[in-house]
């Protein structure tokens, strides 16, 4: 990450304190692609986490957070270590941690934290809040490290201290995405392109319906998805499903016990899927994202089998009432439903899929438009 002011020509940045921001992300496409060395295309939401951290020489490290339900909580450095800390504060102790098990100097700091991403909603505000405390701490401490570097931290942090096996795909978009544009990210070398994606020009809009549900099955599902994934990869004498082409898919499939074809099917179909996406986008032809988000969502559903009622029903209830496509976003089992619609469209959309989930008995969806915004930087 390039080192960012808040006010370019003014006096340097307080070098004790400051202010950080992070986004959410929404990804368009290339769901479970992110830990079987695959690609996404993810953007960042205007929603973020912003922390406001101030250098302690104590070794203190105080977190508070808006939405942390009441108390600070107060750690020592140097005390640190995977499972010595419970709750939210565990995500931004996680990367101080990870930052010092990484060899850099990171010492104590208050720290506060407010965010207006939604928890548990598919939309990374784990990452959001991880992604803020690394820049932080990149900025106050002068690490040096950039975006990719400081999202591998992150990762490190929620995989070792937190104990979530996510792939990288979330610290990369809330670090890296630019406004404008969905980031085409290649998990394997974290290379990584800024793909334009001017909805608004197109007449179109993102419509984000977060369900409100989180089932309780997602973070062992998660473990299983993926240690099938390794298994998959293993038999087929490859580094990373990532490595199997469509062409190679029939024969590669035969070779398989019958459980984890689903899963090898959804993946290789879901990274000719984000290729496929970014052909479109360079093309300029954003309406044509619409069926293969829709096609996305029938892969996960039907193979992949992280889908549930609420998001079949968003999705189902948007494509019926006119959106282009449609598709679940993030891990599954709950969490946000994108939709790609036309601008004049989305209150039609809105009301079908809210009247759609009142019929179900299901809690009332949140929504709103997402125009892709920025990643990880400092505001003040
Ligand atoms: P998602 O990343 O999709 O929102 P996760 O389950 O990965 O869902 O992360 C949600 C968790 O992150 C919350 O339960 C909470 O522990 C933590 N979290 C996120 N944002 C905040 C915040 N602003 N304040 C405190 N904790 C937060
Ligand atoms: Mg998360």
Request: charged share 20%; proline share 5%; with cysteine.
């Amino acid at each position: 990450m390039t080192r960012t002011h808040a006010a370019r020509g003014a006096a340097a940045p307080n070098a004790l304190a400051g202010t950080w921001a992070a986004p959410g992300r929404v990804n368009l496409i290339g769901e479970h692609t992110d830990y079987n060395d695959g690609f996404v295309l993810p953007i960042a939401l205007p929603h973020t986490a912003r922390a406001t951290v101030r250098l302690r020489a104590d070794g203190v490290l105080r977190l508070y957070s808006e939405q942390g339900g009441g108390a600070a909580v107060e750690l020592a450095v140097t005390e640190l270590a995977p499972g010595g800390v419970d709750g939210w504060a565990r995500y931004p102790a996680a990367v101080v941690w990870a930052l010092r098990e990484a060899g850099h100097p990171v010492g104590g700091a208050d720290v506060r934290i407010d965010s207006d991403v939604p928890t548990g909603a598919g939309l990374s505000s784990s990452a959001a809040i991880e992604c803020v405390m690394a820049a932080a701490c990149n900025d106050l401490h002068d690490l040096g490290l950039d975006g990719p570097q400081l999202a591998r931290i992150a990762q490190r942090a929620e995989n070792a201290f937190v104990g979530v096996p996510c792939g990288i795909m979330d610290q990369m978009a809330s670090m890296c995405c630019r406004e404008g544009g969905a980031l085409f990210l290649d998990t394997r070398d974290l290379s990584a392109r800024h793909v334009p994606l001017d909805l608004v020009a197109a007449g179109l809009r993102l419509l984000v319906v977060d369900t409100r549900v989180k089932h309780d099955l997602a973070d062992g599902e998660y473990a299983k998805l993926r240690a099938g994934c390794e298994r998959a990869s293993a038999l087929l004498g490859l580094p990373a499903l990532r490595d199997l082409g469509p062409d190679g898919l029939p024969a590669a499939l035969g070779r398989l016990p019958h459980e984890l074809r689903r899963l090898v099917r959804h993946v290789v179909s879901e990274n000719a899927r984000v290729e496929r996406a970014v052909a479109l986008l360079d093309a300029g032809d954003l309406r044509g994202l619409g069926p293969l988000l829709t096609a996305g969502h029938a892969s996960l559903r039907d193979d992949y089998g992280v889908s549930c009622p609420e998001t079949d029903l968003a999705v189902e209830a948007a494509v019926g009432s006119g959106a282009l496509g449609a598709r679940m976003t993030g891990g599954g089992f709950g969490g946000s439903v994108i939709a790609l619609v036309d601008a004049g469209a989305v209150p039609a959309v809105t009301v079908a899929v809210e009247e759609a989930f009142r019929q179900a008995g299901h809690t009332a969806p949140r929504t709103f438009t997402a125009v892709p915004a920025t990643g990880a930087r400092r505001i003040a």
